[in-house]
C-alpha cells in the first residue's frame, strides 16, 4: 500500500519567514495530493491541492511543488502569520479507490 | 449547508462497552470515510465506502464495524471498546472527486 512520510514533524518560524514542509510517497499510481490545514479542536480542512501532471500550484501565499519522478512534494507557505499557526498535514490519493494515505503532520508555530 | 455533522463531540466509554457514532453529510456525496487520529500521527483509515450498501474495510479496521444504508448515514460502530480505541475519529465525505470535506470529530477516552 500507499506509504507517506512528512518532514518536520515540528516547525518555528518568526512572522514574516518562509514555512516549508516536505512529503515524500511510494506509490507510482498516486496522482493527487491534497494538503489540509487542522485547527485546534476542529476537523482538518483543505488548503491546497495538485495533480500529478501539474509541476507547482499557487494561492495568494500559498503553494504546492510536486516531484512526481522523485515521488514528492512540498507545501510553502510565504510571509507566514500568527493565524497560519496550526498541523499540516499532506496526502497521497489512489484514484482508483478515491483513498487518501495521511502524512502524520507538522506542527507550525508563527511566533510574533 | 451543515456539511458533514458528527454526534457525539465527547464521549467516556468503560472497558467493554459498545458504542455508535454518528456521521451524517447533507450534499449527497457517494464517498464516506472514516478515520482515526491518535495523538501526534496522522490519519488512519478505518472504513469506507463508495455508495449505499457498499462498505470496504481500510488499515485499521479491528474492532470496528460500518452500515451505509442511505447516500446520507455512515456510522461506525464499536462493540467492545478497548483503551486502544481512544482516539478522535473523524467522519469525511467527497463526490467521488478528490478533495475530503470533514466532520469535527469525536474525541473517544476508553477507561
Redesign the interface.
Known amino acids: 500500500?500507499e506509504n507517506?512520510e512528512?518532514h518536520p514533524?515540528t516547525l518555528s518560524v518568526q512572522e514574516g519567514d518562509s514555512a516549508v514542509i516536505k512529503c515524500t510517497y511510494s506509490d507510482s499510481a498516486s496522482n493527487?495530493f491534497?494538503w489540509?490545514k487542522q485547527e485546534l479542536?476542529?476537523?482538518?480542512?483543505?488548503i491546497i491541492?495538485i495533480r500529478s501532471n501539474v509541476g507547482e500550484k499557487k494561492d495568494q501565499r500559498i503553494a504546492v511543488t510536486l516531484n512526481k519522478t522523485a515521488k514528492h512534494f512540498s507545501l510553502h507557505i510565504t510571509e507566514t502569520q500568527p493565524e497560519d499557526s496550526a498541523v499540516y498535514?499532506c496526502a497521497a490519493?489512489d484514484?482508483h479507490?478515491?483513498?487518501?494515505?495521511?502524512?502524520?503532520?507538522t506542527t507550525l508555530t508563527v511566533k510574533p | 449547508n451543515a456539511g458533514?455533522t458528527q454526534t457525539p463531540k465527547f464521549r467516556i466509554l468503560k472497558i467493554g462497552q459498545s458504542m455508535t457514532l454518528q456521521c451524517t453529510q447533507d450534499m449527497n456525496h457517494n464517498?464516506m470515510?472514516w478515520?482515526r487520529q491518535d495523538p501526534?500521527?496522522?490519519?488512519?483509515?478505518i472504513y469506507?465506502s463508495?455508495g449505499a450498501g457498499i462498505t470496504d474495510k481500510?488499515?485499521v479496521p479491528n474492532g470496528y464495524n460500518v452500515s451505509r444504508s442511505t447516500t446520507e448515514d455512515f456510522p461506525l460502530r464499536l462493540e467492545l471498546a478497548a483503551p486502544s480505541q481512544t482516539s478522535v475519529y473523524?467522519c469525511?465525505s467527497?463526490a467521488?472527486g478528490?478533495?475530503?470535506?470533514?466532520?469535527?470529530?469525536t474525541r473517544l477516552t476508553v477507561v
Not at chain 2, 40 to 45: A, D, F, P, Y
Open positions: 500500500g507517506v512528512q514533524s493527487y491534497p489540509y479542536g476542529k476537523g482538518p480542512q483543505l491541492d498535514f490519493t484514484p479507490a478515491g483513498k487518501s494515505t495521511f502524512g502524520d503532520g | 458533514v464517498y470515510y478515520y501526534g500521527m496522522g490519519l488512519k483509515l469506507y463508495v481500510g488499515e473523524f469525511a467527497n467521488g478528490p478533495a475530503a470535506f470533514f466532520g469535527q470529530g
